[in-house]
């Protein structure tokens, strides 16, 4: 049985950093990618950052790009989302997925595993 814990999220200040971790379990991590995603209220679930099987490719949505990082340990078969300079549009329940194949993947539809979310509270 495939598993996806996040964990690292909370109430925190704009400006602020917060370090996201996704430990996974019953699944060949190091052979996919990896993704986080996050869904504000009211709001459709939006691509956050994507990494490779390998952690070489990188790929990040606009709004966080020069702000968040995303990282992966495949021998403790975790992938992190580093997040600073935080805003309150960051606000959301963020996920962690795993996608079907090796590569970075932006489309929610490339990911086969999903983690029950952790939320992110950014308050001005």
């Known amino acids: 049985q495939v598993q996806l814990v996040e964990s690292g999220g909370g109430l925190v200040q704009a400006g602020a950093s917060l370090r996201l971790s996704c430990a996974v379990s019953g699944h060949t991590f190091s052979q996919n990618g990896m993704g986080w995603f996050r869904q504000a209220p009211g709001k459709e679930r939006e691509f956050v950052a994507a990494?490779?099987?390998?952690?070489?490719?990188?790929l990040f949505a606009d709004s966080v790009k020069d702000r968040f990082t995303i990282s992966r340990d495949n021998a403790k078969k975790t992938v992190y989302l580093q997040m600073n300079s935080l805003k309150p549009e960051d606000t959301a329940v963020y996920y962690c997925a795993a996608a079907r194949v090796s590569s970075a993947r932006v489309n929610d539809w490339d990911y086969e595993y999903w983690g029950q979310g952790t939320q992110v509270t950014v308050s001005s």
């Open positions: 990494i490779s099987r390998s952690g070489v490719s990188t």
